[in-house]
């Protein structure tokens, strides 16, 4: 049981707020990025700043609670917060700096990808990150993240320079890599295991203006697409990133009306190098594939991309997801595919195929926690949908699909792109990487403060039942 005491305590040390269950904002608070996640936390400490983290870790540490740490809230199994404890929210926390003499940005934690993007375009800079604006940085960081500039300048962690972090004892540390080298390595991809990160160090890379967008063909053309799709990608130069998505043309604007629920193979593509180059292997794509229903390429603002499917995905929405490591495109795995796009639930569930080879191979298996580095796409299934009555057939559909294609993949998967699946899946992702992690573990956080995440267990509680919700 809390005392109110303790809990004015807390509200008194705070800049930020604390929410509370009876407050009026408390059911907008506690709201995650997906609405079949329904938790309901006890306190909502909305920090301002690093004292507040280290006020609310203490706190968090002193009173017992379960304690969760809440970026931009986007995590599928809602791990940035918890039932009956603390979340420790981020989202205030924003602010970018850009430097543009060592193309550093400097990134708080409750940012997300847009306010990134945004402030780096102004200097022609970009970190490479996610695809979707409103994602949080923090949580997709340091999942590893990947997007559209995965190829030509590798995952997120790969770009991260350096990270400051308040660790579960309430002390404060920078890591990079002549600092705390160890926690440096297992936060690039390790996830919110660590420590809470309360700032970003990432090198800025040059993007500015991209040759990209969507182009849809039909499911009758898929297999062909997906064919040469695997053919292709080994030899297109690292500045092209096209990921791959079998789904369905939402029925909305601005999608011609005569193109909506109909079953598409897409390509959604970015080029970002110069322009000449790009109209040639756009040009190769018209030449070697059938003509498409829907080609929306051209020169944009790279900002502009990266904000291109928000109106389809709102907060709100139903998803369930299950993702895994692919390293080749088999004729029997695209037979898969094709019979799961077709049994698809609802116009908005998917599946993608993010690239992730080229300056993602170059990087060693155990430079960072990261240890799949010889995957060529990080795999997702979703069933999304905004209607809460659809939870179940698209959370079937994603399981099964996703049970029908595991075979023919890597074993592991990128972590964020996971449901809380158990240890066994996490171990599968880490590989030889997860026994460091573990060391790494008993040493900043012994006693598992931090265990609501894609849980990462210090050694000898491998039989502790640990709630994770
Ligand atoms: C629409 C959509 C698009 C996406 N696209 C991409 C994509 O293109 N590329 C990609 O790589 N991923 C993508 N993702 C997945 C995304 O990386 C994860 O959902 C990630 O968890 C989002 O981070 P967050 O900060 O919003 O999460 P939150 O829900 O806030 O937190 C998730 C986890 O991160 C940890 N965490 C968050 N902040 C901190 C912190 N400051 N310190 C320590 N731990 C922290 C917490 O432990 C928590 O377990 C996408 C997700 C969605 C919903």
Not at 3 to 16: D, I, Q
Not at 142 to 162: P, Q, S
Not at 381 to 409: N, Q, R, S, V
Request: aromatic share 10%.
């Amino acid at each position: 049981m809390l005392s109110e005491k303790s809990v004015t305590e807390l509200k008194a040390n705070l800049r930020g707020r604390v929410i509370e269950r009876g407050d009026r904002d408390y059911e907008e608070a506690r709201k995650l990025y997906n609405a079949m996640i329904d938790k309901r936390p006890l306190l909502i400490a909305q920090c301002a700043d690093v004292a507040d983290v280290i006020s609310s870790v203490r706190f968090g540490r002193q009173n017992n609670l379960l304690t969760a740490i809440r970026g931009g809230g986007h995590n599928g199994p809602g791990l940035g917060s918890c039932n009956d404890g603390l979340v420790i929210d981020l989202s205030p926390m924003k602010g970018v700096r850009v430097d543009p003499a060592n193309r550093t940005v400097r990134v708080g934690p409750g940012c997300v990808q847009g306010d990134v993007d945004h402030a780096g375009h102004a200097f022609g800079l970009a970190v490479p990150a996610g695809i979707v604006s409103t994602t949080g940085i923090a949580g997709l960081t340091l999942g590893g993240g990947h997007g559209y500039l995965a190829r030509k300048y590798g995952l997120t962690i790969d770009n991260l320079i350096e990270a400051d972090v308040v660790l579960a004892d309430g002390s404060f540390v920078t890591a990079n890599p002549s600092h705390h080298e160890d926690l440096f390595w297992a936060l690039r991809g390790g996830g919110g295991n660590f420590g809470v990160v309360t700032s970003f160090v990432f090198q800025g890379q040059p993007v500015s203006q991209v040759f990209a967008g969507p182009i849809f063909w039909k499911i009758e053309d898929a297999r062909q697409i997906m064919r040469w799709y695997r053919e292709f990608l080994p030899r297109a130069p690292v500045e092209f990133c096209p990921f791959l998505g079998v789904k369905t043309v939402p029925s909305t604007d601005p999608f011609p009306k005569e193109l909506w629920g109909r079953k598409i193979c897409a390509l959604i593509c970015c080029y970002n190098g110069p322009l000449d180059k790009a109209e040639q292997i756009f040009k190769l794509i018209r030449q070697e594939l059938p003509s498409p229903i829907l080609d929306w390429t051209g020169s944009m603002p790279f900002p502009t991309l990266q904000s291109l499917f928000d109106p389809l995905f709102p907060k709100g929405m139903q998803w369930y997801w299950k993702g895994d490591f692919v390293k080749e495109l088999s004729d029997e795995a695209i037979d898969v595919h094709l019979n799961y796009a077709a049994k698809a639930p609802s116009e908005l569930s998917l599946m993608h195929l993010y690239p992730i080879d080229g300056a993602v191979h170059r990087v060693g298996k155990d430079a960072t926690a990261w240890s799949c580095r010889d995957a060529t796409w990080s795999m997702v299934i979703a069933g999304i949908d905004p209607d809460p009555a659809k939870a179940g057939p698209i959370t079937a559909w994603a399981k099964e699909y996703w049970e029908a294609l595991h075979p023919f993949t890597m074993g592991g998967a990128y972590v964020n792109f996971m449901m809380e699946e158990g240890e066994d899946r996490v171990r599968a992702t880490y590989g030889n990487n997860y026994e460091r992690l573990v060391a790494i573990k008993n040493k900043y956080d012994p006693d598992n403060f931090f265990r609501v995440n894609q849980n990462i267990k210090p050694a000898g509680r491998k039989s502790e039942k640990v709630a994770a919700s």
